[in-house]
């Protein structure tokens, strides 16, 4: 299907001088207050199927950007170009970030199944040279209530237990951006008030760009909404 957005609140909508996502715009660091991502007639194809089509948006530093709409109108699609995971087809997508700085999680875990609990954030934070690392991992591993699993292999773990895994690994490195994609997805009542607490107290302190079909959740996290139809 193809994706057309529409943002709640005024954005500025100068055009800006950029590079694509694989354009050295993605490096630049940009000024407080202006945009840290920012997408002018982006489109994606696969194939022959277009994903999304013109699509022009803006996140400012510090921002938060909530995206909602149906299943297949191209949210994911949007957050995987956002974290530098796909590249547009057309159009300029300008983030400011290097990518080692973003965090990403999706509907895939992305946590080696044979690997423990522990030794999938290990080798992470090896990854991302995360410093002080292993206090890093045994907090975030308290904090998502896995800490008891710690030795046991991610492949055995349930749907919800993997997507705690997985929000473990998209923060390890306190990333600048985050990019979640239905983070609320798999997870049990408890699971989900330990992310609206996260959320909540992460929100000061970074950029993000969230799909859900739970927007009321983090509504009140949210400057800019994105709507799909």
């Not at 609140?9 to 800006?16: E, I, N, P, R, T």
């Not at 299943?71 to 400011?96: E, F, H, Q, W, Y």
């Not at 999938?120 to 090896?126: A, E, F, S, T």
Request: aromatic residues 6%; contains cysteine; proline residues 4%.
């Amino acid at each position: 299907m193809q994706g057309h957005g529409r943002e709640r609140h005024d954005q500025s909508g100068q055009g800006q001088e950029g590079k694509g996502r694989e354009g050295e715009g993605r490096e630049r660091q940009g000024e407080p207050g202006s945009p840290l991502i920012a997408a002018r007639s982006l489109g994606k194809r696969y194939g022959d199927k277009r994903v999304l089509d013109g699509l022009d948006f803006e996140v400012e530093r510090g921002g938060f950007m909530l995206v909602t709409g149906p299943n297949g109108s191209g949210k994911t699609t949007l957050l995987r170009l956002c974290a530098g995971l796909a590249a547009p087809t057309t159009g300029i997508l300008d983030v400011r970030l290097p990518r080692e700085t973003i965090g990403f999680a999706g509907h895939e875990p992305l946590v080696y199944r044979e690997l423990t609990a522990i030794e999938n954030l290990d080798l992470y934070g090896r990854l991302y040279r995360v410093a002080e690392r292993r206090e890093r991992i045994g907090m975030l591993l308290e904090r998502f209530g896995l800490w008891q699993a710690r030795n046991e292999r991610a492949g055995s773990f349930s749907r919800g237990m993997q997507q705690r895994l997985s929000l473990c690994r998209a923060l390890l490195h306190e990333p600048e951006l985050l990019v979640l994609d239905e983070p609320f997805s798999g997870l049990d009542d408890a699971g989900a008030e330990l992310l609206d607490r996260e959320l909540a107290e992460l929100r000061p302190r970074g950029t993000f760009v969230v799909s859900t079909h739970e927007p009321d959740r983090i509504l009140a996290l949210a400057n800019t909404r994105l709507a799909f139809t």
